[in-house]
């Protein structure tokens, strides 16, 4: 019988350890997006040999195994990542501070009965129901009964995805609440590794799509696995046990609800225009290949500052400390406009540069890569807003207050419907799409920044806003000289052995430089505020040395 550990002595000096005060917002997103650039990077390579092997316009797979995996990923992001995220974390560590690592422990593991009963009530109904279901979902596929039926074979065979894809985002908000974020972005790596070794040796598409189904849910269990150990690893004991609706999870499945909708707008709002897509042949396909480019800023810059940020803001706001949590959003909105702007520049700047360079070869076509470009262009007119949409939603999670963003998300989700059908015609395809989902999610920021400042919440300090402008004037500048970029290809592509790769990995290297060199230049960015965020204070040099997992 394991002996019962002992809690936390004084309230919170257990916890302190775990919760790392003093390590800055930069140096925390740096450890998660670091790991998260590896997982990033080898997803792309998934997502070219799935390109390759299964196209988009030119077959019926690639749409179906896109619509597979976007339906669990869906109520991943609402369940998993988006309500129990936003509610659990401050809850937990709260609960750390307060109550000591047992009580603490014994929330996650009911936290953790709940939502993977939940996820797998979900999954068993979805599998039944999906004949009836992809009539909603994407209604383009019923004309055509081949695809329809390959449609819901594939997403019936994914689901299970969800509630492995549960339990590894409850578990990452344990390792995340006690200031570990390596497992947890080294942890979709498992995914992509999988997918390769599933995909690859397929020699035709409905083969791959087949094949990536099933990989889809051995990559989920290896990732929940990885997860639970690296929680038991970290000393926190979270045991399986059966559901339990106790108080403290009332209060948590009370705050979920409208924290979930309030954290997956962008996603709700995505998987809408997916239902618009399904009347293109090709068309979720185009906007799959989009959604890789554009996610790759969201993952790495809004999620990991959010990550990192969450615990930070939950511990200033608890302690009263309004100094602290005014400086970490400043540093959190500084951060992410620094690493999203430059990467919406690039979207916007040469977006058919990128998605030729990238995707077209093999089944994907010069035709796809048109159609995916209309739709990337709008996309990175978005991408600000959508990784400030992660930022200033903790600000509302870090006191609890969930039903705020709800509603804002709920007016971002109805323009984003009305604009999305009327711009869907107007605009002739799926760039109309991609353009209500940007419209969508500026208004949501919008409404945000509108509530912080009238509550008091948050405030922009007059060196945040001055910095700010000088990111955006770089940003700027940059779209020009990669837009030069894209339209004079044809002048040096010869000198680079006529190889576009070459070409699209030359622009967007010296577009970095040059941008760097911007802010310097312009005092956006200093080689003291760099010293000085990676600098180690005195309570958290300690645990990022110990940061392991």
């Not at 092997?53 to 369940?79: E, H, K, Q, V, W």
């Not at 908000?173 to 390769?196: E, K």
């Not at 804002?408 to 419907?417: D, E, G, M, Q, W």
């Amino acid at each position: 019988m394991t002996p019962p550990r002992k809690s936390a002595a004084p309230a919170g000096a257990t916890a302190a350890a775990h919760r790392r005060p003093g390590a800055s917002v930069m140096r925390s997103s740096a450890i998660y997006s670091g790991l998260t650039m590896i997982s990033r990077v080898m997803g792309f390579l998934r997502d070219l040999v799935i390109t390759y092997r299964m196209g988009a316009s030119s077959t019926i797979a690639a749409d179906c195994y896109n619509t597979a995996l976007a339906f669990p990923n869906l109520f991943r992001r609402i369940f998993a990542e988006g309500a129990f995220a936003t509610a659990f974390v401050p809850a937990y560590a709260r609960s750390l501070a307060t109550d000591g690592e047992e009580i603490a422990d014994v929330l996650a593991a009911d936290a953790m009965a709940t939502l993977a009963a939940a996820t797998i009530v979900i999954t068993v109904a979805a599998q039944l129901a999906m004949p009836w279901l992809m009539y909603v979902i994407n209604p383009g596929y019923a004309h055509d009964p081949v695809k329809f039926k390959l449609a819901v074979t594939l997403t019936q065979i994914a689901m299970p995805y969800l509630p492995c894809m549960a339990i590894y985002a409850h578990l990452s908000g344990v390792l995340q609440a006690r200031g570990r974020f390596i497992v947890s972005a080294l942890a979709p790596t498992l995914l992509n590794l999988v997918m390769l070794v599933a995909v690859w040796p397929q020699t035709d598409a409905v083969s791959a799509a087949y094949a990536a189904s099933f990989g889809v849910i051995v990559a989920g269990v290896l990732q929940a696995g990885l997860l639970w150990w690296g929680v038991r690893k970290s000393g926190a004991r979270v045991d399986v046990r059966l559901p339990r609706l106790t108080p403290e999870i009332k209060a948590l499945i009370g705050l979920a609800i409208p924290g979930a909708i309030a954290a997956s707008a962008t996603q709700i709002n995505i998987f809408i225009s997916g239902n618009l897509a399904s009347l293109v042949p090709g068309g979720r396909s185009w906007l799959a290949a989009a959604d890789r480019l554009y996610q790759l800023p969201l993952g790495l810059v809004g999620v990991a500052i959010g990550v990192a940020l969450l615990p930070r803001l939950s511990t200033t706001v608890q302690s009263g400390d309004h100094g602290g949590a005014q400086s970490a959003m400043d540093e959190a909105m500084a951060l992410s406009l620094a690493f999203s702007l430059p990467a919406a520049a690039a979207l916007v700047g040469m977006p058919f540069f990128l998605i030729d360079a990238l995707f077209t070869r093999g089944e994907f076509s010069l035709f796809d890569a048109h159609q995916t470009a209309n739709a990337l262009f709008w996309y990175g007119l978005g991408t600000p807003a959508f990784v400030l949409t992660r930022i200033l939603n903790q600000a509302f999670f870090a006191r609890q207050d969930t039903r705020s963003p709800m509603r804002f998300a709920l007016v971002s989700v109805a323009v984003n419907v009305v604009a999305g059908v009327a711009l869907f015609f107007l605009m002739h395809g799926v760039a109309g799409i991609a353009a209500a989902t940007a419209l969508a999610a500026w208004l949501n920021v919008g409404q945000m920044l509108r509530a912080l400042l009238q509550r008091g919440y948050y405030a922009p300090s007059a060196a945040a806003v001055s910095r700010l402008v000088r990111i955006m004037i770089a940003s700027g500048l940059l779209t020009g000289l990669l837009y030069l970029a894209g339209e004079t290809r044809s002048l040096y592509e010869p000198w680079l052995l006529h190889r576009k790769e070459i070409a699209v990995i030359l622009a967007v290297g010296v577009g970095a430089v040059i941008y760097l060199v911007l802010l310097f230049a312009l005092r956006a960015l200093t080689l003291q505020e760099i010293r000085a965020a990676l600098r180690r204070s005195p309570r958290s040099a300690d645990a990022i040395s110990d940061n392991s997992l």
